[in-house]
């Protein structure tokens, strides 16, 4: 079962700016750095986000991640049909000794 | 180029067993954690497993604790999960992914392409 809680969905216009949110608690995101993964439809998960801000080489600018508290968000600017995907935010989880997943948010372009 | 390919999956009846692999290239395979990350079909993401690098510490997601066993071979390169009384919650694509932890931070930077395990009679 997921411990940190996303929006099932969110959609956006091509060049829109899209926010997702991820909400964690005290022993996951309260602790710990965020992280978010892309998965495109039918593959593997990619890191997208890591250290609550950090960009792999290779991920374009138009994403960026910020926390505060318990809770991250994910950003993308200038949304490209490309961007279509499910994300998943991500934390080490103390109280549980794991590595928890949010419950994933798809993202559609209109 | 790092990469990370599973193998082994396939279908299982309930009760049965069955191990899979993760080849690793690319990178100093022995300098690394390393896990397993699995997708239950149309589902969310479940971190399963960690092995350290010289597979002293390993680590389960509870729900599979006394079930499920990782190891690694460093002289081959290799990861593997050994499963076994897999149940039909099992199902899921199973993913070996590098891990990078330090203090508060941990993440998953590479991904294999995953293999598929079918728990059903």
């Known amino acids: 079962q997921s411990v940190l809680t996303q929006p099932p969905s969110a959609s956006g216009t091509p060049g829109q700016r899209v926010t997702i949110s991820c909400s964690g608690s005290?022993?996951?995101?309260?602790?710990?750095?965020v992280n978010w993964y892309q998965q495109l439809p039918g593959t593997a998960p990619k890191l997208l986000i890591y250290r609550n801000n950090q960009r792999p080489s290779g991920v374009p600018d138009r994403f960026s991640g910020s926390k505060s508290g318990t809770s991250a968000s994910l950003a993308i600017s200038g949304l490209q049909s490309e961007d279509e995907a499910d994300y998943y935010c991500?934390?080490?989880?103390?109280?549980?000794?794991?590595?928890?997943f949010g419950t994933g948010t798809k993202v559609t372009v209109l | 180029e790092v990469q990370l390919v599973e193998s082994g999956g396939g279908l299982v009846q309930p009760g049965g067993s069955l191990r899979l692999s993760c080849a690793a290239s690319g990178f100093t395979f022995s300098s690394y954690w390393m896990s397993w990350v699995r997708q239950a079909p149309g589902k969310g993401l479940e971190w399963v497993a960690n092995?350290?690098?010289?597979?002293?510490?390993?680590y389960y997601v509870d729900s599979v604790k006394g079930r499920f066993t990782i190891s690694r071979d460093n002289a081959k390169n290799s990861l593997y999960l050994q499963m076994n009384s897999l149940r039909a919650e099992d199902t899921a694509v199973y993913y070996c992914?590098?891990?990078?932890?330090?203090?508060?931070?941990?993440?998953?930077?590479?991904w294999g392409q995953g293999t598929l395990v079918t728990v059903s009679s």
């Open positions: 092995i350290k690098q010289d597979g002293s510490e390993k």
């Open positions: 992914a590098r891990r990078r932890n330090w203090g508060s931070v941990d993440y998953f930077d590479y």
């Open positions: 991500a934390a080490w989880d103390d109280s549980l000794n794991g590595y928890v």
């Open positions: 005290s022993s996951n995101i309260g602790s710990n750095t």
